[in-house]
């Protein structure tokens, strides 16, 4: 049973373009890898934070929208946290 998921991901303001991208890509090819399909990818670029974030006021956004199996996001959310480059992510299941 697939259902519907969507991760907010930070990136480091610090990063480069391609390390970007290389994040991004990881990212895919995890959830094409567990069995899911990515739905849409929103890149909402450079912004303020409300508050410093590991004394980060910048970050880079990226919302991503998947159709997933339950136990790809604990897979995913493990790849996310050992992952350079992010600092904050949060994943919530979209109602259906």
């Given at each position: ?21 290389e994040i991004l890509e990881l990212i895919t ?68």
């Amino acid at each position: 049973m697939s259902t519907n998921y969507e991760t907010l991901v930070l990136l480091s303001p610090e990063l480069a373009e391609e390390n970007r991208k290389e994040i991004l890509e990881l990212i895919t090819t995890i959830v094409d890898r567990e069995g899911g399909k990515m739905i849409e990818t929103d890149d909402w670029g450079m912004r303020q934070l409300a508050y410093p974030v590991e004394k980060q006021t910048r970050g880079y956004y990226v919302r991503l929208v998947y159709e997933a199996p339950n136990a790809l996001v604990a897979e995913l959310e493990r790849n996310i946290r050992i992952t350079d480059g992010i600092f904050k992510f949060m994943t919530v299941k979209l109602a259906a």
